[in-house]
Protein backbone atom coordinates (compact mmCIF):
# COMPACT_ATOMS: atom_id res chain seq x y z
CA UNK A 1 0.00 0.00 0.00
CA UNK A 2 1.33 3.83 -0.85
CA UNK A 3 1.11 6.33 1.19
CA UNK A 4 -1.88 8.27 -0.40
CA UNK A 5 -3.75 4.80 -0.34
CA UNK A 6 -2.49 4.78 3.03
CA UNK A 7 -3.83 8.65 3.83
CA UNK A 8 -6.79 8.49 1.98
CA UNK A 9 -7.96 5.42 4.21
CA UNK A 10 -7.30 7.11 7.12
CA UNK A 11 -8.86 10.06 6.28
CA UNK A 12 -12.40 7.77 5.19
CA UNK A 13 -12.30 6.74 8.62
CA UNK A 14 -11.82 10.25 10.04
CA UNK A 15 -15.17 11.44 7.93
CA UNK A 16 -17.08 8.31 8.45
CA UNK A 17 -16.94 8.34 12.24
CA UNK A 18 -17.86 12.07 12.13
CA UNK A 19 -16.19 15.05 13.93
CA UNK A 20 -16.77 13.35 17.56
CA UNK A 21 -15.25 9.88 16.88
CA UNK A 22 -13.50 10.68 13.69
CA UNK A 23 -9.85 11.60 14.53
CA UNK A 24 -9.74 8.91 17.53
CA UNK A 25 -10.78 5.94 14.89
CA UNK A 26 -8.58 7.67 12.52
CA UNK A 27 -5.82 7.43 14.32
CA UNK A 28 -6.63 3.90 15.20
CA UNK A 29 -6.70 3.15 11.50
CA UNK A 30 -3.47 5.09 10.83
CA UNK A 31 -1.77 2.20 13.62
CA UNK A 32 -3.20 -0.69 12.44
CA UNK A 33 -2.44 0.09 9.07
CA UNK A 34 1.38 -0.19 10.24
CA UNK A 35 1.03 -3.59 11.14
CA UNK A 36 2.04 -6.13 8.98
CA UNK A 37 -0.92 -8.54 10.08
CA UNK A 38 -3.65 -6.34 9.51
CA UNK A 39 -5.69 -7.11 6.54
CA UNK A 40 -7.22 -4.17 4.47
CA UNK A 41 -10.18 -3.98 2.35
CA UNK A 42 -11.38 -1.06 0.22
CA UNK A 43 -14.47 -0.22 -2.18
CA UNK A 44 -14.04 2.34 -4.74
CA UNK A 45 -16.29 4.63 -6.51
CA UNK A 46 -15.59 6.31 -9.47
CA UNK A 47 -11.94 5.59 -9.27
CA UNK A 48 -11.46 6.38 -5.15
CA UNK A 49 -12.19 4.75 -2.30
CA UNK A 50 -15.64 4.83 -0.79
CA UNK A 51 -15.35 2.72 2.11
CA UNK A 52 -12.72 0.76 3.86
CA UNK A 53 -12.66 -2.12 6.77
CA UNK A 54 -9.45 -3.34 9.10
CA UNK A 55 -9.09 -6.92 10.59
CA UNK A 56 -6.67 -8.09 12.88
CA UNK A 57 -5.48 -10.82 14.75
CA UNK A 58 -8.08 -12.29 17.17
CA UNK A 59 -6.66 -15.06 19.49
CA UNK A 60 -8.88 -17.53 21.51
CA UNK A 61 -5.47 -18.05 24.20
CA UNK A 62 -6.53 -21.72 24.47
CA UNK A 63 -7.70 -22.58 20.79
CA UNK A 64 -4.10 -20.28 19.63
CA UNK A 65 -4.46 -22.53 16.04
CA UNK A 66 -7.72 -21.20 14.95
CA UNK A 67 -7.59 -18.64 12.62
CA UNK A 68 -10.01 -15.91 13.47
CA UNK A 69 -9.72 -11.78 12.85
CA UNK A 70 -11.23 -8.87 15.08
CA UNK A 71 -13.03 -6.50 12.37
CA UNK A 72 -12.34 -2.39 12.90
CA UNK A 73 -12.92 -0.35 11.79
CA UNK A 74 -15.30 -0.38 9.11
CA UNK A 75 -16.14 2.90 7.52
CA UNK A 76 -18.03 4.42 4.48
CA UNK A 77 -17.22 8.19 3.25
CA UNK A 78 -20.46 10.51 4.26
CA UNK A 79 -21.30 11.10 0.62
CA UNK A 80 -21.48 6.90 -0.22
CA UNK A 81 -23.74 5.73 3.15
CA UNK A 82 -26.63 3.58 1.92
CA UNK A 83 -25.53 3.24 -1.52
CA UNK A 84 -23.94 -0.35 -1.09
CA UNK A 85 -20.43 0.38 -0.41
CA UNK A 86 -20.93 -1.08 2.98
CA UNK A 87 -22.81 -4.11 1.45
CA UNK A 88 -20.15 -4.12 -1.21
CA UNK A 89 -16.91 -3.97 1.57
CA UNK A 90 -18.58 -7.07 4.17
CA UNK A 91 -19.18 -9.19 0.65
CA UNK A 92 -15.91 -8.83 -0.53
CA UNK A 93 -14.26 -8.83 2.89
CA UNK A 94 -16.30 -12.42 3.85
CA UNK A 95 -15.06 -13.69 0.49
CA UNK A 96 -11.28 -12.68 0.49
CA UNK A 97 -10.83 -14.04 4.00
CA UNK A 98 -13.00 -17.36 3.64
CA UNK A 99 -10.34 -17.87 0.63
CA UNK A 100 -6.88 -17.12 2.79
CA UNK A 101 -8.40 -19.48 5.08
CA UNK A 102 -9.49 -17.41 8.23
CA UNK A 103 -12.07 -19.63 10.09
CA UNK A 104 -14.30 -16.89 11.97
CA UNK A 105 -14.87 -12.92 12.35
CA UNK A 106 -15.47 -10.89 15.32
CA UNK A 107 -16.74 -7.52 15.76
CA UNK A 108 -17.90 -5.54 18.23
CA UNK A 109 -20.66 -3.52 16.08
CA UNK A 110 -24.14 -2.42 15.25
CA UNK A 111 -26.42 -5.27 15.91
CA UNK A 112 -28.39 -3.81 12.83
CA UNK A 113 -26.15 -4.04 9.91
CA UNK A 114 -23.54 -7.00 10.65
CA UNK A 115 -26.67 -9.73 11.07
CA UNK A 116 -26.95 -9.09 7.43
CA UNK A 117 -24.04 -10.50 6.40
CA UNK A 118 -24.31 -13.60 8.59
CA UNK A 119 -22.83 -12.24 11.84
CA UNK A 120 -24.85 -13.71 15.04
CA UNK A 121 -24.60 -12.31 18.60
CA UNK A 122 -21.90 -14.64 20.77
CA UNK A 123 -21.32 -15.86 24.33
CA UNK A 124 -17.34 -16.03 23.54
CA UNK A 125 -15.41 -13.74 25.86
CA UNK A 126 -14.29 -10.26 24.42
CA UNK A 127 -10.53 -8.95 26.12
CA UNK A 128 -13.09 -7.79 28.73
CA UNK A 129 -15.89 -9.55 29.07
CA UNK A 130 -17.25 -7.68 32.22
CA UNK A 131 -17.18 -4.10 29.85
CA UNK A 132 -19.96 -5.84 27.65
CA UNK A 133 -23.05 -4.26 28.41
CA UNK A 134 -24.85 -4.42 25.14
CA UNK A 135 -25.00 -8.49 24.63
CA UNK A 136 -26.26 -8.19 20.96
CA UNK A 137 -23.38 -5.57 19.89
CA UNK A 138 -20.74 -8.45 20.21
CA UNK A 139 -21.02 -10.94 17.21
CA UNK A 140 -19.37 -13.61 15.26
CA UNK A 141 -19.28 -14.51 11.70
CA UNK A 142 -18.44 -18.35 11.11
CA UNK A 143 -16.40 -18.86 8.00
CA UNK A 144 -15.18 -22.60 8.67
CA UNK A 145 -17.98 -24.89 9.77
CA UNK A 146 -18.07 -25.93 13.44
CA UNK A 147 -15.29 -23.55 14.19
CA UNK A 148 -17.02 -21.43 16.60
CA UNK A 149 -18.72 -24.23 18.61
CA UNK A 150 -14.54 -24.98 19.48
CA UNK A 151 -13.84 -21.89 21.22
CA UNK A 152 -13.81 -21.22 24.47
CA UNK A 153 -11.81 -19.00 27.00
CA UNK A 154 -9.64 -16.07 27.18
CA UNK A 155 -9.42 -13.77 24.47
CA UNK A 156 -6.58 -11.29 23.40
CA UNK A 157 -6.79 -8.96 20.35
CA UNK A 158 -3.40 -6.92 18.78
CA UNK A 159 -2.76 -3.80 21.66
CA UNK A 160 -4.66 -1.50 20.33
CA UNK A 161 -7.66 -3.23 20.96
CA UNK A 162 -6.80 -4.09 24.26
CA UNK A 163 -7.59 -1.03 26.37
CA UNK A 164 -10.64 -1.66 28.60
CA UNK A 165 -12.04 1.68 26.65
CA UNK A 166 -12.29 -0.27 23.27
CA UNK A 167 -14.60 -2.88 24.70
CA UNK A 168 -16.91 -0.89 27.08
CA UNK A 169 -20.23 -0.74 25.44
CA UNK A 170 -22.48 1.26 28.18
CA UNK A 171 -22.14 4.44 26.48
CA UNK A 172 -24.28 2.60 23.63
CA UNK A 173 -28.05 0.82 24.21
Not at 6 to 25: M, N, Q, S
Not at 117 to 142: C, H, N, R, S
Amino acid sequence: MNHIEKETIIDVHRLAFGPEEGPEIAQLAESLLGRPDTISISVSRDGKIAGNVLFTPFVFLDHPDAKCCLLAPCGVLPGHQGHGVGKELMETSIEHLTSMGMDAVFVLGVPAFYPRYGFIPTGKQTPYPDLLTVPEAWMALELTAGTAGKLSGRTKAVPQFMQPAMWDTSAHG
